[in-house]
């Protein structure tokens, strides 16, 4: 019974991790394995031998979450793209309070303030980069140029996979790569892009659960409050149809956001 929980925790990880706005990384802390995951991932040998066979039934759901979700969410978006956009909106949206709660800051110093305004202006950097917010790279006929940009794109989705609260599909979206990779590599098996999806993920996912431990243990809230800002940032890529000038008018949106949860924050000393 324990073997078919374990799997079914990986099911629901893996499928997270495909839907932009959901975090793979949130519900490992939901499920009470996040700790227990990043040690294993981290490559320490010790983690991995007292759950080797823990994360043998994890891996497997996770990767058979992935690979049994990306055609739906690739259908999903061609063809119902303004109503999943929004579905993913309310879901970032209602990920704040947790978010929040597990960030655990009592009062706010210049370190998260720092940590908040940078991961939320890489966001706005990231949408206008794009004018049309969330158009997709068609990587069908691989360049040198898109096979870096998709290694990189891969290794920093699954780093960002492995943070509670942030959506690795959520910035394969913001940069354009969602469709290429889950719709076109590894949804349809296309050779050698999935090859480098694989190594991209897989270098994200060991360097990034070393870095996460470093910043949990020694920057616990600054990094919550990156996390935060990179949510709040979110919302306006994600945002079916906007306009620059729109967006510029979001931008104060997100910082008015960030002043209201700061003085709430201010507030509970």
Sequence with gaps: MEQIKTIFYGLIIGISNVIPGVSG??????????????????????????????????????????????????????????????????????????????????KVRLSETIAFLFTFSLMMLLTFAQPDGAGQIDISQLTWLLAIGLFVASAISTFTMILPGISGSMVLLAVGMYQGVFGYAIGQFVFPHLLIVILGMLTGLIFGAKAVKILMEKFYTQTYAAIIGLLVGSLIPLWPGFVTDIRAWLLLVGFALFILWFNQLNGEK
């Design 25 to 106: 990384g949130t519900m490992a802390v939901v499920f009470g394995i996040y700790e227990k995951l990043i040690a294993v991932v981290s490559l320490d040998i010790k983690a991995i031998k007292e759950n080797f066979v823990f994360i043998t039934l994890l891996g497997i759901g996770i990767v058979s979450g992935i690979l049994g979700f990306s055609n739906i969410m690739n259908f999903l978006l061609l063809e119902y793209s303004t109503l999943t956009f929004y579905s993913f909106l309310g879901i970032i949206l209602g990920s704040f309070p947790l978010i929040i709660k597990k960030a655990g800051i009592k």
